[in-house]
Structure formats: C-alpha cells, structure tokens
C-alpha cells in the first residue's frame, strides 16, 4: 500500500476560531509616545549639558539609551572645560596656555581607552574626556574620602590612647596645656605592614613591625639603663629604595638605624649611638644617603650616611626661633638626583593669642659648587666626607602687619594678608604634609587644607660658619 501522506504545517491551516467582525471596529494598536521617542539625541544631550557629573552618571542607570547619550564624549568635553577651564591634565608645570597640546592619560586609563577606541573604530588622537574628568577630578579632591569612626564605648579605653599630659577640665582642653606631641603614639603605613611604637616610658620600649596582629609581627627592642624609663620620640622609614630601613629616636637622646627583612624575619642593626647629650629628637626624615633630624629645641641637623652604612656624618645645623610644635618634615630627591628638598611644616604664632600654618623650605645638594678649589673638592672624597651644601633656604612668615589699611589704597587689602588671618586658630591639635599640601587641624574639629606655592623670604638662622645662605622663594599658603 502506499504510504501515507504527511500531515500539513500548522502554520498552513486556518483556524476556524477567528474572529468574524470588521477590521473597522479593532483599530491597529500604535505605540505610546514617551520621552525616548519624542526627543532627539541631540535635545536630550542639551538637557544633559545642564546637569552636574554625579547626576550625569546617575543617568546612566535609567536605560539603554540614556547610558549612550550619557556616556557621549563630547559632552563629557563640556563637563571638563566647564569644570576645569582648562584642556589638559594637571602636573605639566611651567605650560599653562590652553592651546597646549594635552598630556597623555596614565597607563591605567590608556589600556581601557585603546581597547574602546579599536572596538568603535576611533582615530589614534581620540581622547576619552570621560576618563579626563575622572582624573582631575580624584587629583583635585585629594583622591581621599572620610570615614568617622566611633568612639569606644568605655571611656578608660579612649583615655589610654592620650598622651599623659591630657587634662580634661570641665569638658574642655586647659588653655595652659596642651599635647605632648613626643608621647603620642608613632604609626608608619609601609605597604601592607603596619609599623607601631608607643610613645609612654617603659623600661624596654619596643617598636612592633607586623601585617594581621601585632603580636605576630616583629619587635624591635631597645635596652636602656637599667632603672631608667625610656620611650620612642619619633621613628621614620628610609624612602630611597624599596627595601625596610627604619630610623628609631628614643628620650634617652639615642638612636638606632636597622635595615628589617619581614619575610624571613630579621632584623638587622646597622648603626646605634649611645650619645647622652643634646635634646631629644621629635621628628626625623630619611632619605638615603641624608638624615634629617629636629630636636625640641627647633634644633635640625642634617647627616650624611656612608656606603656602606658606617656612623654618620654631621654635616650641617640649623635652628629657629620662630617655629612650634606639632610639626612634621619630609625629604625627597628634589630636580636632580643630587638635590634635595627638605620641607618642615609647623605652627607659627600669630599676635596675641593664635596660631597659624608654616612650612619652611630648604634644598641641599651633595655636588660641591663650581667654584671650589680642586684642593677643595677632593680632600673631603679621600677622607669619605662628600660635600652637602645648603642651596637656599626660605619661609613663610605668618606676621601681621601692624596699623590700619584704608579701603581705598591702589591695590586695596591684599588676599593673602586675609586669607592669612582666616587661617589663625587657638589651639592646634596637628599638622601633616605631603610636600603639595598641608593639611592643618584645629581642637575644635576643624581641619584647613593648604596648597603650597613658592615666593618670597629666609627663616632659618644659621649657626654653622659655612653655609652661605641664599635669599630665595617661600612656599605660601592658599586655602
């Protein structure tokens, strides 16, 4: 028999359930108009120009189409001149023209550009003003944020953390006290390692490098006299190579210098002085070869450390009259590899009862200068004494001027004499630095962030014979 025919699609047969009505009374469905449809690109890019960056990208999270229009470059260029004024990124000193051609992006926003740009067949020029704005916008806010932390919930906890020298009088700080920056405890950050010394007198004061625990970590000790009570006055981090080299100071007025292998655990000694006199050192800054100290007697020396490590060198002192504590100091290499820059920010005092924020500027070198004999130059190279010589010193100077200035002088009051005294308060509670920026707190909470710029006098005074000072700029201070 023959076969079967096989059935037909289903697609191909009518059902018989259809609707007998006129197409007249079932009109054909359109779709609703909304904002998408109804609107160009280019008149919601023209909405977009009017808002901020961060409800510029809160837009993105609307829909398909908003993320592309909110993601347009060319609007992100809007964003970016009209923020920053300028088309280029910071950090290209000495161009300030807007005409300049703009400077490269990092490396980790150049790696997604290129990606993005062969993937939508972009010219080689192409620049991501998205990424642009990104960047200058972390640079000019400090790329930092702020957590607060709270309080612990028992009092004698916080009260072990002060320096022995806090007396609370009625809620507040007596005005005839204040804190004892020596004694406060001393934290450095080094990579993924934790480095800690208390700042109270103990009979082995002990400074502990560790990662998870304190206790897991590695203790430095120090052995004093025995019945004396000794505490660790300032410790800094060699930041010349990318190894751990550590300066320790203690009350006793001496000091230790130890290179620290954390993954095999030791920790060597490289220098110790044993010396009794002099103050003690608060603060300290360690760039190798040079060492810069300060006493709490605005005392700073300055020592040059031998290859390999051997007693340092003295090779220059320093002091001032007109600096206070709290304070802090850095050294870095400064224009060329023999230079050096040595960058003290402290509190000055401002008539009759405030304070205000200092930095101090001094740059050395270890080149002897042009026009030293050969005699000179090469008797301090036989004995392992290189030259270090003081390029110029300057300050800024905190002073008021005494009288009345009229309103209606040429130049009328300077804004920097006002921001100068919008900058006072009575008491500080600390100062830090980044050599860019000085970051100034007050004990009633508040905290100024000052930018450095460079012009204007000397403050230091010298009382080594040989140093020659030289009148150059000043770092002033901008809100």
């Given at each position: 028999?023959p076969?079967?025919?096989?059935s037909?699609l289903?697609?191909?047969?009518?059902?018989v359930?259809?609707?007998?009505t006129?197409s007249?009374k079932c009109?054909?469905q359109?779709?609703?108009p909304?904002?998408?449809?109804i609107s160009?690109?280019?008149?919601?890019?023209?909405i977009?120009?009017?808002?901020?960056?961060?409800?510029?990208?809160?837009?993105q999270?609307?829909?398909?189409?908003?993320s592309?229009?909110?993601?347009?470059?060319?609007?992100w260029r809007?964003?970016?001149l009209?923020e920053f004024?300028?088309?280029?990124?910071?950090?290209?000193?000495?161009?300030?023209?807007?005409?300049?051609?703009?400077?490269?992006?990092?490396?980790?926003?150049?790696?997604?550009t290129e990606?993005?740009?062969?993937d939508?067949?972009?010219?080689?020029?192409?620049?991501n003003w998205?990424?642009?704005?990104?960047?200058?916008?972390n640079?000019?806010?400090?790329?930092?944020t702020a957590?607060?932390?709270?309080a612990?919930?028992?009092p004698?906890?916080l009260?072990s953390?002060?320096p022995?020298?806090y007396?609370?009088l009625?809620?507040?700080?007596?005005?005839d006290?204040?804190?004892?920056?020596s004694?406060?405890?001393?934290?450095l950050?080094?990579?993924?390692?934790?480095?800690?010394?208390s700042?109270?007198t103990?009979p082995a004061?002990?400074?502990?490098?560790f990662r998870?625990?304190i206790?897991?970590?590695?203790?430095?000790r120090?052995?004093p006299?025995p019945?004396?009570l000794?505490s660790?006055?300032?410790?800094?981090l060699?930041?010349?190579?990318?190894g751990t080299?550590l300066?320790?100071?203690?009350s006793?007025?001496?000091?230790?210098?130890?290179t620290?292998?954390?993954?095999r655990?030791?920790?060597a000694?490289?220098?110790?002085?044993?010396?009794r006199?002099?103050a003690?050192?608060?603060?300290?800054?360690?760039?190798?070869?040079?060492?810069?100290t300060?006493s709490?007697?605005f005392?700073m020396?300055i020592?040059?450390?031998?290859?390999p490590l051997?007693?340092?060198?003295?090779?220059?002192?320093?002091s001032s009259?007109?600096?206070?504590?709290?304070?802090?100091?850095t050294?870095a290499?400064y224009r060329?590899?023999?230079?050096?820059?040595?960058?003290?920010?402290?509190?000055s005092?401002?008539?009759?009862a405030?304070?205000?924020?200092?930095?101090?500027?001094i740059?050395?070198?270890?080149?002897?200068s042009?026009?030293s004999?050969?005699s000179?130059?090469?008797?301090?190279?036989?004995?392992?004494?290189?030259?270090?010589?003081i390029?110029?010193s300057?300050?800024t100077t905190n002073?008021?001027?005494?009288g009345?200035i009229?309103?209606?002088?040429p130049d009328?009051?300077?804004?920097?004499?006002?921001?100068?005294?919008?900058r006072?308060?009575s008491h500080?509670?600390g100062?830090q630095t980044?050599?860019?920026?000085v970051v100034?707190?007050?004990e009633?909470?508040?905290?100024?962030?000052?930018?450095?710029r460079?012009?204007?006098?000397?403050?230091?005074y010298?009382?080594?014979?040989?140093?020659?000072?030289?009148?150059?700029t000043?770092?002033?201070?901008?809100?």
């Open positions: 028999m076969k079967r025919s096989r037909p289903l697609g191909s047969i009518i059902s359930k259809y609707a007998h006129s007249a009109p054909k359109l779709p609703v909304n904002f998408d449809t160009s690109d280019e008149t919601v890019l023209a977009f120009t009017f808002l901020d960056p961060y409800d510029l990208c809160s837009a999270l609307v829909n398909k189409h908003w592309r229009l909110a993601t347009d470059n060319h609007l809007i964003m970016f009209r004024s300028q088309s280029r990124l910071r950090g290209s000193r000495g161009f300030t023209a807007t005409n300049r051609e703009i400077k490269p992006l990092p490396s980790r926003a150049h790696s997604r990606k993005w740009r062969l939508h067949d972009l010219p080689e020029n192409y620049t998205r990424w642009m704005f990104r960047i200058s916008s640079w000019s806010r400090g790329r930092c957590t607060v932390q709270r612990s919930a028992h004698g906890d009260h953390y002060l022995s020298s007396t609370p009625d809620g507040t700080m007596d005005s006290r204040c804190l004892d920056s004694r406060a405890a001393h934290i950050l080094v990579g993924d390692m934790a480095i800690y010394a700042g109270q103990s004061p002990t400074v502990y490098i998870d625990c206790n897991s970590g590695l203790q430095i120090h052995d006299s019945g004396s000794v660790v006055t300032t410790v800094c060699d930041h010349s190579s990318g080299r300066a320790i100071f203690y006793d007025h001496s000091w230790t210098i130890c620290v292998d954390y993954e655990r030791h920790v000694i490289d220098y110790s002085s044993t010396s006199s002099g003690a050192i608060i603060n300290a800054a360690f760039h190798h070869p040079i060492l810069v300060l709490s007697s005392r020396c020592y040059y450390l031998q290859t051997a007693a340092p060198i003295l090779k220059h002192t320093l009259y007109s600096g206070f504590t709290p304070l802090t100091m050294l290499r060329t590899p023999d230079q050096y820059r040595i960058l003290l920010a402290h509190a005092p401002i008539y009759p405030h304070w205000s924020p200092s930095v101090t500027d740059t050395i070198s270890t080149q002897p042009s026009d004999s050969p000179d130059t090469l008797s301090p190279l036989l004995h392992g004494s290189p030259h270090v010589r390029l110029s300057s300050s002073q008021l001027p005494t009345w009229p309103d209606g002088t009328g009051i300077p804004e920097e004499l006002r921001l100068r005294w919008l006072k308060v500080v509670s100062i980044d050599g860019k920026f100034f707190a007050s009633d909470g508040g905290i100024q962030a000052c930018l450095l460079f012009q204007s006098e000397y403050g230091w010298s009382d080594s014979p040989d140093l020659g000072l030289q009148t150059s000043q770092c002033a201070l901008n809100l």
